[in-house]
Nanobody, 124 residues
Framework: QVQLVESGGGLVQAGGSLRLSCVFS????????MGWFRQAPGKEREFVASISWSGGNSDYIDSVKGRFTIARDSAKNMAYLQMNSLKPEDTAVYYCAAAYTTSFYPNRSSFNSWGQGTQVTVSS
């Protein structure tokens, strides 16, 4: 069973940066695509970014393109989300996710393992 543990959330002013980290355990990391999702108060959870099992392809929602970068480190079984130029509308609980897939372009709906979430709050 996949286990995911996020860290790195916090309170930051608009324009600031945060880096979220996710530790993966329980299965073979290189057989899983990794993703980040978020859920703001009163809203549904939404996809933010993903990276393929190989690390060769990434996918982002339009609202974070150019500001967020997803990465993975196979030696450490970790995934990261570097968030720059943060905006108040980025405030949400951020969840690390994993999908068992060898596709180079993982489907956003294929993620089915979840961490417990980490709060990101961006003040204006």
């Amino acid at each position: 069973q996949v286990q995911l543990v996020e860290s790195g959330g916090g309170l930051v002013q608009a324009g600031g940066s945060l880096r979220l980290s996710c530790v993966f355990s329980g299965r073979t990391f290189n057989r899983y695509a990794m993703g980040w999702f978020r859920q703001a108060p009163g809203k549904e959870r939404e996809f933010v970014a993903s990276i393929s099992w190989s690390g060769g392809n990434s996918d982002y929602i339009d609202s974070v393109k150019g500001r967020f970068t997803i990465a993975r480190d196979s030696a450490k079984n970790m995934a990261y989300l570097q968030m720059n130029s943060l905006k108040p509308e980025d405030t949400a609980v951020y969840y690390c996710a994993a999908a068992y897939t060898t596709s180079f372009y993982p489907n956003r709906s294929s993620f089915n393992s979840w961490g417990q979430g980490t709060q990101v709050t961006v003040s204006s």
